[in-house]
């Protein structure tokens, strides 16, 4: 039993290693990239993100004309305020026909307006499939968590594809460790790298030493990609067994047919500020939310330009029923039972806006060292495959050579 265990993990290694290089070496190449997706796409497409400077009009003007110039939208995240000489990137999405009951057919879903003139300054379908200037970015965050694997019955199934490799991407983790170090005589030769000998040795080296360095760093880079693609199917469900968690209205609500709102946005806003208040929250309402499915406004507190709540666990959330404005939930970062700060801490993890900017280049640096590792142990198997065939091929002559005498 002892000698065929070795044997059989190394074979659930190569199998589960083979089996998800392809799509971690996506994952990994990618997710260097959009670490720094804000900066990158700022620098490509200044449309987007430069505007006039001045005195900033009214936000809520903003949507309200948006959605006066193309009545077959609606504004479903609407900054609320943005630093000076930045445009105001707002996000639609289709009305329901009355006619047809269908979403009317819209060809964007982000559109940059100057928060100084009102002027719209660009727009485009975030996330669609193209490699253009415009779109690389999006492209590149999209295809990192879903592979554009297009839904299916409204369902994502390339989230759900992606959250699968994570989950074999975990167990892979432990696979691997055992196999690192199998005795204690020999553990330090998983730490080494010959640098010196390069060609097989050293692939070997950066495959098996590379991992195990960093192996805790990539563990929870795999669990935190678990919860990013697969948070209600599995993350909720398992965290719920050791600590009660908080419902806020993504968690407690089915989604249904998108639904108009029965409240203004400056009503929501207004509740939210009350609410805020009566917490003690220093920082203004930074942006507002509104999910036609989930029937729900979301009011998120921060300051002009850090939406992105780098430093922590984020910022701060408050939901509010659309259809009469009452209370749908809380996310406050650092509040709730330690499953609920479990949970909020995912993404700062996974992005690694917990550390801020050292942070994100150490997820930059995690990203490139995982398409290694996958690269790797890909040219590993391959020279072993082709070592084998080697040895096939040469013993072949005398392996005829037996059968022909034995016949």
């Known amino acids: 039993m002892r000698s065929s265990r070795p044997r059989i993990l190394g074979l659930l290694h190569r199998w589960l290693g083979l089996a998800t290089a392809v799509f971690l070496f996506i994952a990994g190449a990618t997710g260097a990239v959009i670490s720094w997706d804000h900066e990158l796409d700022a620098w490509l497409n200044p449309l987007f993100y430069e505007a006039s400077s001045g005195t900033h ?8 004309a948006v959605e006066a110039r193309d009545p077959a939208v609606r504004v479903t995240y609407l900054p609320l305020a943005v630093p000076q000489g930045e445009a105001l990137q707002v996000w639609v999405e289709p009305r329901i026909n009355p006619a047809t009951g269908e979403p009317y057919e819209v060809a964007y879903n982000e559109i940059s307006m100057d928060p100084v003139t009102g002027a719209e300054l660009a727009r485009r379908m975030w996330g669609e499939v193209s490699l253009s200037r415009e779109n690389l970015l999006p492209f590149l965050y999209k295809l990192h968590y879903s592979l554009h694997i297009p839904f299916a019955d409204g369902v994502d199934v390339g989230s759900l594809f992606m959250g699968i490799i994570a989950i074999a991407w975990v167990i892979d983790a432990f696979v691997s460790l055992w196999l690192s170090f199998p005795n204690w005589r020999s ?22 030493s590379g991992g195990v360095w960093l192996w805790l760093l990539l563990l929870t880079l795999a669990v935190t990609a678990v919860s990013m693609n697969l948070r209600s199917q599995v993350m909720t469900p398992i965290v719920s067994w050791f600590s009660t968690l908080t419902p806020n209205p993504f968690d407690s609500r089915a989604p249904g047919t998108p639904v108009e709102p029965g409240i203004d946005r400056a009503h929501v806003i207004e509740l939210a500020e009350a609410e805020a208040k009566r917490r003690g929250w ?6 507002l939310l509104f999910s ?86 890909v040219v590993i198997w391959m020279r072993k495959r082709r070592a084998r065939a080697l040895v096939v091929a040469r013993n072949a002559p005398a392996q005829r050579f037996v059968q022909a005498m034995r016949s």
């Open 57 to 64: 009009r009214s936000s809520l003007d903003i949507a309200a």
């Open 282 to 287: 220093r920082a203004p309402a930074g942006a």
């Open 292 to 377: 036609p499915e989930y029937a729900a406004y979301g009011v998120g507190f921060f300051e002009a330009g850090h939406d992105h709540g780098d430093g922590g666990l984020g910022n701060p959330w408050l939901y509010f029923d659309s259809k009469d404005g009452s209370p749908a939930g809380a996310d406050v970062p650092g509040e709730g039972s330690a499953g609920d700060i479990f949970m909020q801490a995912q993404f700062p993890i996974h992005s690694g806006r917990i550390l801020g900017f050292t942070g994100r280049v150490l997820i930059s640096l995690l990203g490139v060292l995982v398409a290694t590792l996958s690269a790797t142990g």
């Open 187 to 208: 553990w330090r030769k998983s730490f080494l790298f010959r640098w010196k000998k390069g060609g097989h040795a050293l692939t070997f080296d950066l495959h098996r």
